[in-house]
């Protein structure tokens, strides 16, 4: 209910805004310039959703999914014409998870944290989230903002574009917050038409489209939600003002959404049923990647270059979203750094002089470089390595091979380790992405030590990419 002063101030600002029109519209959308297809979306979302449910534990209670569906349907179902993909496939699942949040994915898969369900007070205000993730999906905000694809031009390629549309840093700090990944940072522009649009499928779905807002000063209420959706869909009072004054113009459809017992029910089962973990705490139990991340926690000593032999088991890892799928020996564990991610023996990775040295092991990066020609790409990224690094030298010239089917340099690199003072031997395998984009491979281990090579063919061989 409104109080006597806020009301005033609404008609106010309801007449300042609709003084140069005859009648208040609602607010007209436009989807932005996209350079991928409509199938990319599809596509980036699949891969993303894959890597989502093997990190996150998925609440299996076929009750709250269902009534989390059915609300999810009725919102599809309300999307203007305008902005339905038909090759998208919404589905809704609910994670285990305490935190208030909830992201939606490209072309379509939706996640809904159980803390976001049980924070909500009506189910307006838990469709109203969804509703705005939901409208993020049919705007194509993702592709779109990677279309721009100034922001993360470093990362580029298939790192780039899920980490445009998954979350805002680069490679090695997604990995360091996984489950960060997929919340979703857009600029101010989409996420006001994700509210705007938000608004609009609430009230064509029955909804009273304020509860959108209204769930903003819910998450508030409730301690902002940690990290949560607040945290990433800025200025709330703003929007809270935006989203009541678009509801103005808004008539609610009476023959959608009929309040009844069923959101009571759903939220008396899930306090039932103890507490959710936190995402913090997912991570840190770490039970679903099984090589484990290991971000910044490189021991400040340096390596000792005395490694275990690679075991001849390996294991699948996925890395860059879900971009790249590799095998590396199941004694190796995962390092990420800054862009690059590494697979490394114990003992092979420690600092030097305040840098991550490593003396053994296999990194993956992509580089966004001038040229559209693989083998100057490739002299632009060794020239990269090169600077501030004396010692490094090519050996030989270019190899022709072929890497996840696709062309392929090889080139030979010698180098003095700056940890132990050994002479080591550094192959780089480039390839380019379709976007252009070059990707590489690094192995690196001693001069002297042979024992290293098998591993790094198998490791070649069984990487692919998806791009
Ligand atoms: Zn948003």
């Not at 470093?154 to 996984?178: D, E, N, S």
């Not at 910044?296 to 890395?319: K, L, T």
Request: net charge positive; no cysteine; aromatic share 8%.
């Amino acid at each position: 209910m409104f109080k006597r002063q806020t009301l005033i101030a609404w008609l106010a600002l309801v007449a300042i805004s609709v003084m140069p029109f005859s009648a208040l519209a609602q607010t007209q959308i436009k989807l932005h310039s996209n350079k991928y297809s409509v199938q990319d979306d599809v596509k980036l979302g699949r891969q993303a959703a894959q890597e989502a449910e093997s990190q996150f534990p998925l609440l299996r209670d076929e009750e709250v999914r269902n009534y989390v569906e059915s609300v999810g349907r009725r919102l599809v179902g309300s999307i203007p014409r305008e902005f339905q993909h038909p090759e998208f496939a919404y589905y809704f699942k609910v994670v285990n998870a305490r935190d208030i949040n909830a992201f939606a994915l490209p072309g379509g898969p939706m996640y809904v944290n159980r803390g976001m369900i049980e924070a909500a007070r009506t189910e307006g205000e838990m469709a109203g989230v969804m509703a705005h993730e939901i409208s993020h999906v049919a705007l194509r905000h993702g592709t779109a903002q990677a279309s721009k694809g100034q922001k993360y031009s470093i990362l580029g390629g298939i790192a780039g574009i899920a980490g445009t549309i998954l979350g805002g840093p680069g490679v090695g700090q997604l990995a360091q917050a996984p489950f960060a990944v997929y919340l979703l940072k857009f600029s101010r522009e989409y996420e006001n038409e994700a509210d705007i649009l938000g608004a609009q499928i609430m009230a064509q779905a029955g909804y009273n489209p304020r509860d959108l807002a209204n769930m903003f000063r819910t998450i508030e209420q409730q301690g902002g939600g940690g990290g949560g959706f607040l945290s990433d869909h800025p200025s709330p009072s703003d929007r809270y003002a935006r989203i009541n004054r678009e509801a103005e113009s808004l008539r609610v459809n009476n023959s959608g959404y009929r309040e009844s017992r069923d959101f009571a029910r759903v939220q008396e089962r899930l306090r039932g049923s103890g507490s959710a973990p936190t995402m913090a705490e997912i991570q840190r139990s770490g039970q679903r990647n099984p090589v484990g991340e290991q971000t910044g926690n490189y021991p400040s000593n340096p390596p000792s270059g005395r490694v275990a032999y690679p075991s001849s088991r390996y294991q699948s890892v996925s890395i860059f979203n879900g971009g790249v799928n590799v095998r590396v020996p199941s004694n190796w564990r995962q390092v990420n750094e800054g862009n690059a991610v590494w697979f490394v023996p114990e003992g092979a990775y420690g600092q030097a002089n305040g840098q991550a040295v490593y003396t053994h092991g296999a990194s993956f990066g992509v580089a966004q470089t001038n040229s559209r020609n693989l083998q100057s790409a490739t002299q632009d990224l060794i020239n990269s390595f090169a600077q501030g690094n004396n010692n490094l030298r090519t050996s030989g010239g270019y190899q022709r091979s072929s890497l996840s089917g696709r062309t392929a340099l090889v080139s030979t690199l010698t180098n003095v380790n700056e940890a132990t003072g050994r002479p080591e031997i550094i192959r780089l395998i480039t390839t380019q992405l379709r976007n252009g984009q070059l990707f590489y491979m690094v192995a690196v281990a001693p001069q002297n030590e042979r024992g290293f090579e098998n591993a790094f063919n198998q490791i070649l061989r069984s990487l692919r990419i998806n791009d």
